[in-house]
């Protein structure tokens, strides 16, 4: 009998294939051939999986996406029993913006397809999604520590959500780039978050009294 073979594992292994190439030489370096030889593939086998190059990069650019996402999502989990929103929230932001030296390679891939989508619409629309989802997580963050009276509760939730995550994207960039701001990308963080923070109202003061004389 012919072997079977699990095409759907086989797209996730040259998925992978491809974004090794793209940390290595960013999505035009990409070619079938590289492919083939990074997955240790026939190219027959690369072009059963994938019809194009344009779509080999989208199943890719998914496959990453999720990845940074679930990151995001399982940091909440596994920090959720007895922890605050703010540790809740700070934790989140750490690992979806991608600034540990463990996460650089997915930081260059990401930073690279980002780059690569402003030409090409199916990349880009792919990234619009998963920013959508990103910015979803961080305002249900953020209406949690509302809830339980950790953030304060004027706040535009929306807005706070994009403005973190805009204050992520960027913080990404600046340390693949070897920026060494004065205030480290861990610190800005908790700062902003530092600004959603409800404030124990000051007790009035007792209004002075004259003497009278």
């Known amino acids: ?12 292994h040259i998925a992978e294939a491809v974004c090794d190439l793209i940390d290595r030489h960013g999505p035009e370096g990409v070619t079938l051939r590289d492919v083939a030889q990074q997955a240790d593939v026939s190219m027959g086998a690369v072009q059963r ?3 194009t190059k344009d779509e ?6 998914h496959r990453i996406t999720e990845r940074v996402t679930a ?6 989990a596994a920090s959720a029993v007895n922890e605050s929103a703010v540790t809740l929230l700070t934790a989140t932001l750490r690992t979806i913006a991608l600034i540990e030296p463990h996460q650089r390679r997915d930081a260059r891939i990401m930073v690279a397809f980002t780059a690569h989508a ?8 792919i990234l619009r999604q998963a920013h959508a989802k990103t910015r979803d997580l961080l305002a249900w963050l953020i209406r949690y520590g509302q809830q339980t009276g950790a953030f304060r509760d004027d706040l535009d939730v929306d807005l ?5 995550l805009s204050l992520v994207e960027g913080s990404t960039s600046l340390a693949l780039l070897g920026h060494r701001p004065t205030v480290p990308a861990r610190d800005m963080l908790t700062r902003r978050i530092d600004g959603l923070l409800m404030r124990p109202s000051r007790p009035s003061r007792p209004a002075s009294s004259t003497a009278i004389t």
């Open 160 to 164: 706070e959500a994009e403005t973190l």
């Open 71 to 76: 990151q995001g999502q399982e940091e909440i």
């Open 1 to 12: 009998m012919p072997k079977q073979v699990d095409y759907e594992a086989r797209r996730r």
């Open 49 to 51: 999986c994938f019809a």
């Open 56 to 61: 080999m990069l989208a199943f890719a650019l």
């Open 118 to 125: 402003t030409a090409i619409p199916t990349l880009a629309e």
